[in-house]
């Protein structure tokens, strides 16, 4: 896997490229707002990009979508249902006080827990990890696993926006994202990656 690290908008959040080099398709999660650094490696490469997942329905997570759907019209939107009023309504979302425009969209595919998705020999399995938000979602494939703003290193996500949840979220981290080995590599929304091995020893939360 072909794995790239983009800052975007002015929080700044961790957007991800994830592609088969050989295969040459690809996948976004989370952008957060326009990033040309993201457009010319993609172009460089001749990456497809095939769906862009996002973890959440915050405003600094989403302000990228309609942009990237425009530029990569082939290209599906992945989110969990249960964030659907974030998506849809600019208030919920926060978008303007995140990136200072209003994000309004419908995605394209909802899915679940257990679900999975291919991108070329990827296989993209979807953890509902709930408590950011109603419809919080990770990303696991291979020994990686993209969380949103689920768990961070040595620290966890808000619950105080509206649907957060503490209690949720806890969970989310101890039966989702703890059941993994310990190698696994955690790619947050914001701040460094961490080991979910590091993240059970050494997380104040845990």
Do not use: W
């Amino acid at each position: 896997m072909d794995i790239k690290l983009f800052y975007t908008g002015p929080m700044p959040v961790n957007t991800y490229l994830c592609a088969d080099e050989e295969s040459k398709q690809a996948f976004i999660v989370d952008p957060g707002a326009v990033s040309k650094p993201l457009e010319s490696y993609i172009a460089a490469n001749e990456y497809e990009i095939k769906y862009i997942v996002l973890t959440h329905g915050h405003g600094d997570h989403i302000g990228g979508v309609l942009h990237y759907k425009e530029l990569y019209p082939e290209a599906k939107v992945v989110a969990n249902t249960k964030d659907d009023y974030l998506f849809q309504d600019s208030r919920e979302n926060m978008a303007v006080q995140f990136v200072g425009y209003p994000v309004t969209f419908r995605a394209d595919i909802y899915v679940y827990d257990g679900d999975k998705l291919e991108v070329g020999p990827m296989e993209l399995t979807i953890l509902e990890t709930p408590g950011h938000t109603p419809g919080g979602i990770s990303i696991l494939v291979g020994n990686v696993v993209f969380c949103g703003d689920t768990l961070f290193a040595g620290s966890i996500g808000r619950t105080d926006f509206t649907g957060g949840s503490y209690r949720d979220l806890i969970n989310s981290v101890k039966t989702k994202l703890f059941t993994l080995p310990d190698d696994t590599f955690v790619l947050p929304g914001h701040m460094r990656q961490t080991t979910i091995g590091h993240e059970k020893k050494y997380n104040p939360f845990f």
